[in-house]
């Protein structure tokens, strides 16, 4: 993150260019915009930053307590943790996949989908389990590739990436690729055990998600398939760990996490080896203080939404004639919150916050509270076009597999499958204009 004042100065500029851009998108066209019938991005935490900093921004309208706890969390994000015994940071491992939060969210954003680079750290997770759903013996739930001095690393993930040719009905060539991945433990191959990668997701605009009434959330629902569309999302319930009663999920590639504090604090334990209050390392160890857990899982409620850039309306239409708008929801409204900066906001996150069965090309076989092996919570698409942006090297979707928006969408299946064809029906200006709107956002 850079320096505080170098922040202020660059969050002064963001808002003054978002309104002149607002004020630009309403001034210099007539008759229908699209642009005016979308929400701000963030709502009133929406900023303009087309940079490299796109993801590391407060949101406006902190208080200056608030604006404080997001100073404190960004330093804990930032934090590398080290073995005991030290005076700063200890706690790390003794298996661990990276020493701070930032190691994986670059930026702010996702990581690279790359396994067990002695530079980058592990950047690609491996989710593990037996073939009946229970943690693998001696690896857990997730493989903890490294270790401190003295310790072996749980196993080794191995990541080759297949290429997968395919073709528009208009004849257009592309290439997919697809991973093929195997867990090594003293160089021999874990067998009969489930492996789901996982690419760490971007972390601003998360306030927003968490805001968002259960109501809200639930409008959308349709496990049944009532309406006869094919798409039939439905919400995720898991464990609230601190009240121990099952809540919905929100947060996670399949919404396995209630709320910003429990996913904070697992990533500290899984990802780090480092022990939070109510969430002990294997050891029952606690090394963090509340007060980190808490400002660190503030950091990343606070920080600002990047406003979408011009794009074309024809764009904008093709997007709603392939009902990608029927999952990636245009408008969603928080409720009554703690934080006034988040309350009842109405922003565009092109996420309906539920499980949607994606196909058997995206299926990991592997069940998460509600969620089955083909599910996976709707990707908010706010700031997506930004991402190569701020980490040239990530990719998109939940492993990492697609390298591009394009390929991104080629990979939908399932619910998804009537909208991708939709797209590779379309003629090439067709498609590039559809790419250039979500691009855009």
Excluded at 165 to 177: E, H, K, V
Excluded at 222 to 251: E, H, K, T
Aim: glycine fraction near 10%; aromatic fraction near 8%; proline fraction near 7%.
């Amino acid at each position: 993150m850079p320096s505080t004042p170098f922040v202020s100065v660059l969050k002064a500029i963001s808002i003054r260019s978002f309104l002149v851009t607002s004020l630009v998108g309403i001034t210099a066209c007539s008759g229908e915009d699209f642009r005016i019938e979308l929400p701000p991005a963030g709502g009133d935490t929406t900023i303009w930053e087309p940079t490299s900093y796109a993801f590391m921004m407060p949101a406006p309208g902190l208080s200056e307590d608030e604006d404080l706890l997001h100073r404190k969390g960004d330093r804990a994000f930032e934090e590398k943790f080290v073995s005991a015994p030290s005076v700063i940071n200890p706690g790390l491992g003794p298996t661990y996949n990276n020493t701070s939060c930032n190691g994986c969210h670059l930026r702010n954003g996702r990581g690279v989908p790359v396994a067990g680079h002695p530079s980058l750290r592990s950047h690609l997770l491996a989710r593990v389990s037996t073939l009946d759903g229970q943690p693998v013996p001696g690896l857990g739930s997730q493989v903890q590739d490294f270790a401190i001095l003295g310790t072996e690393a749980e196993a080794q993930v191995d990541v080759t990436w297949v290429e997968v040719p395919g073709s528009y009905p208009d004849g257009t060539q592309y290439s997919l690729r697809r991973p093929e991945v195997r867990i090594l433990k003293d160089g021999v191959e874990v067998r009969d055990i489930v492996v789901s990668l996982r690419q760490p997701p971007p972390v601003f605009g998360l306030g927003l998600l968490e805001a968002l009434s259960e109501e809200e959330i639930r409008r959308n629902e349709d496990p049944d398939d009532r309406d006869g569309d094919g798409i039939s999302g439905r919400v995720n319930q898991v464990q609230d760990l601190a009240s121990g009663q099952l809540s919905l999920g929100r947060f996670g590639w399949k919404a396995n996490q209630p709320n910003l504090v429990q996913q904070s604090a697992e990533a500290y334990r899984n990802d780090m080896g480092v022990g939070a209050p109510g969430f002990p390392d294997e050891l029952g160890n606690v090394e963090i203080s509340e007060e980190t857990l808490l400002a660190a899982a503030f950091y990343a409620e606070s920080l600002a939404v990047p406003a979408r850039r011009d794009y074309p309306e024809a764009g904008f239409e093709l997007f709603r004639e392939a009902q990608c708008n029927a999952c990636h929801l245009t408008s969603m409204t928080t409720g009554a919150s703690d934080r006034e900066f988040l309350a009842f906001q109405e922003f565009a996150p092109f996420t309906d916050m539920l499980l949607h069965d994606m196909g058997e090309g995206l299926a990991d076989y592997r069940a998460d509270g509600l969620a089955d092996g083909y599910e996976w919570r709707t990707t908010p698409l706010w700031g997506i076009g930004l991402t190569q942006t701020v980490v040239p090297d990530t990719a998109f979707l939940h492993d990492g597999r697609a390298r591009t928006i394009e390929e991104a969408i080629l990979w939908h299946g399932g619910e998804a499958e009537t909208s991708r064809d939709r797209f590779k029906t379309m003629d090439a200006e067709e498609r590039e204009l559809l790419l250039s709107f979500v691009s855009a956002l």
